[in-house]
């Protein structure tokens, strides 16, 4: 969000500014695109949402005078959080609704944070699961290795004592 505020500046207090200090304002992005644009004024205001990427531009003209005169300019220009005005947001009454959205904030917040420490608990169990049924496979492995040994044991024995009987070795 960008806003802008402009007037043509009074040096002498009381007294109005004269015709002759009548301005043109132009605003634009750095493609070119216009934002904003008044002709033959004292003071005014924009406000846009920045959608282009790059540097914006605000021209201030004056018509040609004779003589030539400066025509001094109070500018104003404020974006993103800076834009917004929370003086006029609390005097629109609109507390009662704000308070009611930060606590609906506030909630979604506890929610959040408690939906961590679950998913950090869960996530430890995992870990220990997965911790256990790791010990468990290593065990496994172990016993039917044991096994697998015994048996080729066996067999030999058994052969051995086979041929051993038909006086083959």
């Known amino acids: 969000m960008t806003v802008g505020h402009y007037s043509v500046a009074n040096s002498t207090e009381g007294v109005p500014v004269p015709e002759s200090h009548r301005i043109t304002v ?14 033959n004024v004292q003071s005014g205001q924009f406000s846009f949402h920045a959608v282009e990427a790059g540097d914006y531009l605000a021209c201030f003209f004056a018509a040609d005078h004779q003589p030539p005169l400066k025509i001094p300019i ?34 979604t917040i ?39 040994l015994s048996v080729a044991g066996m067999q030999v024995w058994h052969l051995k004592s086979f041929f051993e009987k038909k006086k083959l070795i």
Do not use: P
Request: include cysteine; aromatic fraction near 12%; proline fraction near 0%.
């Open 26 to 39: 132009k605003v634009t992005s750095s493609y070119g695109n216009s934002y904003h644009s008044s002709e």
């Open 110 to 148: 506890t929610s959040i944070h408690e939906e961590m420490f679950y998913l950090r608990e869960r996530e430890r169990e995992m870990q220990e699961l997965n911790r256990v049924t790791n010990s468990r496979m290593a065990w496994l492995s172990f016993l039917s290795l044991f096994i697998c």
């Open 74 to 107: 109070e500018f104003d220009w404020r974006s993103g959080v800076a834009a917004k005005d929370w003086s006029n947001v609390a005097k629109k009454g609109s507390v009662d609704a704000m308070e009611y959205e930060l606590k609906k904030l506030a909630d």
